[in-house]
């Protein structure tokens, strides 16, 4: 059988990673190339003729609604599976109007995102932007699958802040999860944490900046003066911090986030 084609729009490092190590050996699906530049896509997708393209919204130069506007008006038209972050029905209905056969959340799981690429190539080619039973279908799975995404973070980070000590009666205990979770959506946010995370955290619980930042680094203290230096590396799988050595809210925020994408988040 005929490998399906598949082109990557993602200027997510992580991604690409992700997707040349699942992809390099496939028996259905042939990988042709990754493109991160939203000004190159159509031109790429123009060139290789996939069958599938996995796109994401957000890209430098050119935004992915535009991109994917382009590529349903190709002929032939692959399918394109909109790949994001950005974790709001709105995205997804309006990914759908303009084309798109699907819509699935990052990080992405191996078998889901096989099983979606099979299903892609299984259904027929419809104007998906006329079949509101269609959006209003993908939207009803997105926000379903999205809401236990949600409660299985919630549920993971509150058995691993038991574990390393972080009470859930302190203020840093909420802002400690938010930040985590936004981590795992946006990893390049770690590199913005004065600037975009605090702000945002602290606009979502009607408080400031500051008191975010003071409240997780307040967590963290309270983890470590508890003591429980051997449940911290536990966490991680290995000697990451001795007695002495407290890392910063960057630090840890980003630990865990790596840690949790790793466990397939």
Known sequence: ????????????????????????????????????????????????KPDVVLLDLVLPNRDGYAV???????????????????SSSNFVHRAMQLGASYFMVKPLNELDLDRVI????????????????????VIAQYSTANKQRQHNMDERLSNIFITVGIPAHIKGY??????????IDSPEIINSITKKLYPSIAERFDTSASKVERAIRHAIEVAWNR?????????????VYGTNEKPTNGEFIALLADKMLVEGC
């Open 174 to 183: 909420q802002f400690l999860r938010e930040a985590i979770k936004m981590a």
């Open 118 to 137: 099979m299903e892609q190539m299984r259904s027929p080619s419809v104007v998906y932007n006329t079949d509101q039973k269609r959006v209003d279908a």
């Open 227 to 239: 003591g429980k230096i051997e449940n911290i590396n536990s966490v991680f799988g290995l000697q």
């Open 1 to 48: 059988m005929e490998k399906i084609k598949l082109v990557i729009i993602d200027d997510s490092a992580q991604m690409k990673k992700f997707a040349r190590e699942h992809f390099a050996n496939h028996a259905q699906i042939e990988l042709l190339c990754e493109i991160n530049d939203g000004a190159q896509a159509v031109d790429a997708v123009i060139q290789h």
């Open 68 to 86: 994917l506007e382009d590529i349903t008006k190709l002929n032939p038209t692959p399918k394109v599976v909109v790949t994001t972050a950005l």
